[in-house]
């Protein structure tokens, strides 16, 4: 879907920052106090999310519901089962790249990542999967932060660092929560730090909601906002989604129903990644100008106010020293917004080991190149790239959820993995249909359901499927598949083909991707044929 999108777009992006905005990068050593310099790979890459959060939160147990499907590597339990990075990514064949050849690759988007060593490398991998979802987007498993008791351990590498590294770089950030035990450790609170300017790419998730009662979640909620209020020191309030992001049957509970609706929001905003993924790009594209622009002010006053000869090193821990005050002076002079500069403090901490003589002067042609790309080239490319990210499709599978309210015919099936075969079965086997058997159980259940004409509609299915307590993206994947001949009901065989499926992902399978010939009805299986 992503490589859709029209070259033209990428183009102009790539433009605007390799002729503008990279030379005065160079010229007023950015990349030294910030962040590094953007490759091809960071305007070709497809749109990335960050899961995050303290182990046993369900980092893993999320990606997996979302891609339908276990990686390599994937390990769940009560304990930190994470411990690195990893990059989920498309590929024609499975396997693993680690870390030191990935920053090798020019076309994976992680070739800056080796500034952090080998202590970061050797817990970075990527794993490439051949799956639907992720030909449109890129997941970013996180190591579980670490808890209070376990705040002393040293993980070898800047931690905070490389969450700001992706956090820059990635289209939305997923901060996972327990309802069980909250608790805001100092590693979380660095890592709250880190993610500082990012806030709206930031999405709050109180998950395993199911697992306490109204009164309970309305506590935990609550206390949740409080200390989040707290870290961020923002009067906006983030948005938090209560939900349990499994694929397993949920408890039932008072809240089932916001359950239900919290998860639809969250999963239709991560769907529609893809549609605005260029405009995303132009945004970060203009919040590095800003933060150039800044740059620039800041590096050319400190020179200026350099002595030639004596007192040099004096003069320079002055400045460092009223560095508060500098920041002000310039917003002042220049009418650059305080929103622009950066952490006052950290720059303080980057200027202690540089030399202010090697610092360069306001060039005005420079700072007018600037001045015209945030003022005329990025406003002249902003419906262009509207136009090409609203042609663009959105993503497929468990995240494609129009909610089982409406069970409309014109449903596309989607490919879904096969359940798994026991190995005694022949290929002469698959002619016969697998559901037979089961077949006069599920008849029972079918006809107690009082069907019209031979067929159940969609509201009555829909409200026997709801008892399962399955999620209803699941249950929505399992109606698409069952309504093998597209009408908007279900007949006899196609209510025990959704029943097998049902008891198949009860019982742990995954659904399949494609309904495989021997699951598809015996009287469907003409016409599909033809098709």
Known sequence: IFACLSQGGREELRNLYYKRLLPIEKNYSFHQFHSPSYEDADFDNKPMVLVMGQYSTGKTTFIRYLIEEDFPGSRVGPEPTTDCFTALMYGQGEGIIPGNALTMDPKKPFRNLDIFGNAFLNRFQCVQLSNKVLESVSIIDTPGILTAAKRKLSRGYDFPAVLRWFAERVDRIILLFDAHKLEFSDELTRAFGALCGFDDKLRVVLNKADKVDSQQLMRVYGSLMWSLGKVFRTPEILRVYIGSFWSEPRQMCDHYQLIELEEEDLLAEI??????????????????????????????????????????????????????????????????????????????????????????????????????????????????????????????????????????????????????????????????????KFKPKYDEIFYNLSPSEGKLSGTKVKEWMMSTLLPSSVLAQIWRLSDVDGDGKLDNEEFALAVHLIEGKLEGHWLPRELPSHLVPPSKRSGRNEQ
């Open 271 to 436: 769907r529609n990644l893809p549609r605005n993924a260029t405009i995303r790009k132009l945004n970060d594209l203009v919040k590095r100008a800003r933060l150039v622009r800044a740059h620039v002010h800041i590096i050319s006053y400190l020179k200026q106010e350099m002595p030639t000869i004596f007192c040099k090193e004096n003069k320079k821990h002055n400045l460092i020293y009223q560095l508060p005050v500098i920041f002000t002076k310039i917003q002042q002079q220049h009418r650059v917004p305080a929103g622009d500069f950066p952490d006052c403090t950290k720059m303080q901490e980057k200027l202690l080991g540089q030399d202010f003589s090697k610092f360069k002067t306001l060039k005005p042609n420079l700072m007018a190149s600037l001045d015209k790309l945030l003022t005329n080239d990025i406003a002249n490319l902003v419906p262009l790239l509207q136009q090409q990210d609203q042609r663009k499709k959105s993503l497929p599978s468990v995240l494609d959820v129009e909610f089982l309210g409406t069970f409309r015919p014109e449903h596309r099936r989607d490919p879904f993995k096969e359940l798994p075969r026991d190995d005694q079965h022949s290929e002469a086997d698959l002619n016969d249909w697998a559901v037979e």
